[in-house]
Each structure stands twice: as C-alpha cells, then as structure tokens.
C-alpha cells in the first residue's frame, strides 16, 4: 500500500507542549471550534489556540459546567449548546454557525468517552462509543463543511489514539447486534474510525481546501478514563502506586499539555502545509508499522508512534464513508 506516513522529522519530540507547537504562529481573525474544549486535552487546545489570537467555540452538552470553566481561564472563547449524540442538537448548532456567514479555519474534534462497562446506544440505536467517538463528529463535520470551504484553508483534526489497536471495524457487526459487547474493543474501532474517517475526509475535501489529520495524544490520565477502573490504570502504567499520574514522555506518559501539542501542531503547523490524510504522533507524522497489530497495548506495542496498515488503508476509508453516511442519514452538502 502506498503511505504518505513519512515522519517530517518536525524538530518535535514526545517532551514538546503546546506552548512549543503554538510558537510564532499568529491565529487573528481564525475561527476554531473545539469539541470537549471544556476538559483535558480539548480545553488545554481551546486555551493555547485563544492564546494565539484565534476565537474559540467550544460546544457543549452540559453548558453550565463548561461555561464554568472557561470563565475561570480568560477571554477569547464561547460555549455553545450541543450534544454529540443528538442528531438534531448537532445539526443546529451547524445552522447556527452557517447562517453566521463565518468561515471556520480549525476544527477539532476531541470530545469522546472510553471503555463505558455496559453496552449503551443512543437514541438512533447505534453504540455509544462509535456515536459519541466518531459518527456525532462525522455529523458536525459535514453540516459545517460550508463554513469549512468559506476558510479556503482549513484544517480537522481528529483526535484518536493508540487505542484503535484494541479493534479494526467489525464490518459485519460495528453495532454490536450479534457479537458479545466489550468496553475495550469498542473503544478500539471508535478510534480506528477517528483516523480512517481523516483518511477519507482529506481526499474529498482537499480540492475546496480542506485537509484532515488524526493523531495520537500520549497516554494521559484524564476523565476520559472515568471508567476505568484504577487497578487497570496501574497496569497499564498510566499512574504509580499511589494512584498519580506517572508522566514519562519517553514511554509515551505525557502530561496534558504534552498531549495536546500534537493536537495544536496537526491544527496549525506550516510545516503539514500541502500535506493532510496522515496519522500524527508526538507532533510529527507516524511511520507505518510493518504488519497489522491488533488487540493490545500491553508492553513494547503500546509504546510505539507507529500506525498499523489497516488503520489508514484508503478503501477501509471510504467504505467507513459510506457506512457512517448510511448510519447518519448526511452527507457533504451540494
């Protein structure tokens, strides 16, 4: 298969944070949008990119609570009401922002749950984690694809993680009809979606100017693992003993604003200039793994920055378009 994964070798390494990928980079009269701006590693990137000029929504299913916090961190972002597994929510918050008549130049699609214990679906009867994780962002993305054309030069991102080596898409069952639920192959197709969602997102979308990227944040302990139980985080190496977070970049233990560097770097970066449809890592393009590794990340496969095949394969990609289309009743307006 032929990869565009070739590291750009950025001068970034897995210790870099967003005030390193965010430097000289002058944001004014950019409009962003940020999906879970209100927490973790989305508020951390709906901070820095504000920080460069940029004005920021954040949409929001509690606004109260993330309203809450981004009082308490300054100027340059709003909140906005939207829930991610609301067909309608969604798509007005999309009219909203059309009708404004605004160009959208970053779109980040961060929000997402992880490892929810017991199948759950929403209301339109697909799994929660493939409804909140990438079918509600494949929704948000197509109904701004206008404000996103008006940029003549935007960029998505796509934040997944080397979770996706948990799953590949189930084809025959992605909704988990047939097969037994499992919180943690869940998770894995979700993100496997994230980044063959980019993949396809960028060849429809380059010639009016939009270019996506997925990209993996670091292992971070955040709510995001809410339901994670603690034994298991200590398995995994994500907190010591005493239950902290271990931060290690080395062996892929960021902190926050270690983690969302890649996400500010994939958003703004001259350096990905002509370039999109590529998975990112410790803010650089990930080589590709030889072979296809799926169902771990325990031990050596989890500290890897490289990406599997059959997460970037391009007919994956646009048959995942096709379904998500299926699934979503949208398309990419004419």
């Given at each position: 298969?032929?990869?565009?994964?070739?590291?750009?070798?950025?001068?970034?390494?897995?210790?870099?944070?967003?005030?390193?990928?965010?430097?000289?980079?002058?944001?004014?009269?950019?409009?962003?949008?940020?999906?879970?701006?209100?927490?973790?590693?989305?508020?951390?990137a709906a901070r820095t990119l504000a920080s460069a000029g940029a004005r920021v929504i954040?949409?929001?299913?509690?606004?109260?609570?993330?309203?809450?916090?981004?009082?308490?961190?300054?100027?340059?972002?709003?909140?906005?009401?939207?829930?991610?597994?609301?067909p309608m929510s969604i798509d007005?918050?999309?009219?909203?922002?059309?009708?404004?008549?605004?160009?959208?130049?970053?779109?980040?699609?961060?929000?997402?749950?992880?490892?929810?214990?017991?199948?759950?679906r929403d209301p339109q009867s697909n799994e929660l984690q493939l409804s909140t994780n990438h079918?509600?962002?494949?929704?948000l993305t197509l109904g701004l694809w206008t404000a996103l054309t008006r940029a003549k030069g935007a960029r998505v991102v796509s934040v997944s993680s080397m979770g996706y080596r948990f799953s590949d898409i189930v084809w025959d069952d992605i909704n988990y009809e047939r097969r037994p639920y499992d919180p943690w192959t869940a998770y894995g197709q979700s993100k496997t979606a994230n980044i063959l969602f980019a993949v396809e997102l960028d060849r429809r979308g380059r010639e009016h100017g939009i270019r996506a990227f997925s990209m993996h944040p670091g292992g971070i302990v955040t709510g995001l693992a809410k339901h994670v139980p603690l034994d298991r985080l200590k398995q995994l190496g994500n907190v010591d003993e005493n239950?902290?977070?271990?931060?290690?970049?080395?062996?892929?233990?960021?902190?926050?604003?270690?983690?969302?560097a890649t996400m500010?770097?994939?958003?703004?970066?001259?350096?990905?200039a002509g370039l999109g449809g590529v998975f990112c890592a410790n803010s650089d393009i990930a080589p590709?793994?030889?072979?296809?590794?799926?169902?771990?990340?325990?031990?050596?496969?989890?500290?890897?920055?490289?990406?599997?095949?059959?997460?970037?394969?391009?007919?994956?990609?646009?048959?995942?378009?096709?379904?998500?289309?299926?699934?979503?009743?949208?398309?990419?307006p004419v």
């Amino acid at each position: 298969m032929t990869t565009l994964q070739t590291p750009l070798v950025s001068g970034f390494t897995a210790h870099s944070t967003t005030l390193d990928t965010i430097r000289g980079v002058d944001l004014t009269g950019k409009l962003a949008i940020v999906t879970g701006g209100y927490a973790g590693l989305g508020l951390e990137a709906a901070r820095t990119l504000a920080s460069a000029g940029a004005r920021v929504i954040v949409p929001a299913r509690d606004i109260d609570r993330a309203r809450r916090v981004i009082a308490d961190i300054g100027g340059g972002i709003e909140v906005r009401q939207m829930d991610l597994t609301d067909p309608m929510s969604i798509d007005e918050f999309c009219r909203e922002i059309i009708r404004s008549g605004l160009a959208l130049h970053i779109l980040v699609n961060s929000a997402g749950i992880m490892a929810v214990p017991e199948l759950s679906r929403d209301p339109q009867s697909n799994e929660l984690q493939l409804s909140t994780n990438h079918l509600g962002h494949f929704r948000l993305t197509l109904g701004l694809w206008t404000a996103l054309t008006r940029a003549k030069g935007a960029r998505v991102v796509s934040v997944s993680s080397m979770g996706y080596r948990f799953s590949d898409i189930v084809w025959d069952d992605i909704n988990y009809e047939r097969r037994p639920y499992d919180p943690w192959t869940a998770y894995g197709q979700s993100k496997t979606a994230n980044i063959l969602f980019a993949v396809e997102l960028d060849r429809r979308g380059r010639e009016h100017g939009i270019r996506a990227f997925s990209m993996h944040p670091g292992g971070i302990v955040t709510g995001l693992a809410k339901h994670v139980p603690l034994d298991r985080l200590k398995q995994l190496g994500n907190v010591d003993e005493n239950g902290e977070p271990v931060i290690d970049p080395d062996r892929d233990m960021k902190s926050v604003p270690q983690g969302a560097a890649t996400m500010v770097w994939c958003a703004v970066s001259p350096q990905l200039a002509g370039l999109g449809g590529v998975f990112c890592a410790n803010s650089d393009i990930a080589p590709l793994e030889d072979g296809s590794v799926v169902g771990t990340l325990d031990g050596r496969d989890r500290r890897t920055s490289k990406v599997a095949s059959y997460a970037v394969d391009p007919a994956s990609a646009e048959r995942l378009w096709a379904l998500s289309q299926k699934l979503t009743g949208t398309q990419i307006p004419v």
